[in-house]
T-cell receptor
Framework: QQQVRQSPQSLTVWEGETAILNCSYE??????FPWYQQFPGEGPALLIS?????DKKEDGRFTIFFNKREKKLSLHIADSQPGDSATYFC??????????FGLGTRVSVFP | DPKIIQKPKYLVAVTGSEKILICEQY?????MYWYRQSAKKPLEFMFS???????DNQTASSRFQPQSSKKNHLDLQITALKPDDSATYFC???????????FGSGTRLLVI
């Protein structure tokens, strides 16, 4: 059973639009949720993260919305740029345990 | 300059052989990790080390053995290689255990 699920698998947006990436999780004890961005041939890079005590985290064009009751979160990429084209991974962890990743959402931003 | 160095970048191995994947981090971090990324599977946590001590092992097989000779090194020895071991192996580090990670660029292993 997959602990962290992401949707959609792939997403295409036009430059300037807001991309919305969804994530849900099974374990209600997860308390830390980072999002990673990965370009082909590179390792994942931390983009933004949120703790379960918060319901929103903003960093520039990137915003996480978190709903603890529904065990869902989403990443909004505002004013999408072609350079944002990458695969985005939602992850979760409980305390000091390793991260559990979703399968990722591939985002393509067209000019 | 890369802050986490993984060597080699690409590796082809014969079934049954043994290989060592190298990881060095120059971030001054105290915790290091190994993750595996296979086709159509999520990034999978394998090991975590903190101050050169094994803290967590989520790998079922004893064929995978991490080795930490120095604080900023965490190598991964894989014995009796199988085709199913083909994947990209990522090393990561963090300041303290399970704070924000920095990942290396990975070693792409193909077992034939």
């Amino acid at each position: 059973q997959q602990q962290v699920r992401q949707s959609p698998q792939s997403l295409t947006v036009w430059e300037g639009e807001t991309a919305i990436l969804n994530c849900s999780y099974e374990n209600s004890a997860f308390d830390y949720f980072p999002w990673y961005q990965q370009f082909p041939g590179e390792g994942p890079a931390l983009l933004i993260s949120i703790l379960s005590v918060s319901d929103k985290k903003e960093d520039g064009r990137f915003t996480i919305f978190f709903n603890k009751r529904e065990k869902k979160l989403s990443l909004h990429i505002a004013d999408s740029q072609p350079g944002d084209s990458a695969t985005y991974f939602c992850a979760a962890s409980l305390g000091a345990q390793g991260l559990t990743f979703g399968l990722g959402t591939r985002v393509s931003v067209f000019p | 300059d890369p802050k986490i160095i993984q060597k080699p970048k690409y590796l082809v191995a014969v079934t049954g052989s043994e290989k060592i994947l190298i990881c060095e981090q120059y971030l001054g971090h105290n915790a290091m990790y190994w993750y595996r990324q296979s086709a159509k599977k999520p990034l999978e946590f394998m090991f975590s080390y903190s101050y050169q001590k094994l803290m967590d092992n989520q790998t079922a097989s004893s064929r995978f053995q991490p080795q930490s000779s120095k604080k900023n090194h965490l190598d991964l020895q894989i014995t009796a290689l199988k085709p199913d071991d083909s994947a990209t192996y990522f090393c990561a580090s963090s300041q303290v255990r399970d704070s924000d990670y920095t990942f290396g660029s990975g070693t792409r292993l193909l077992v034939i």
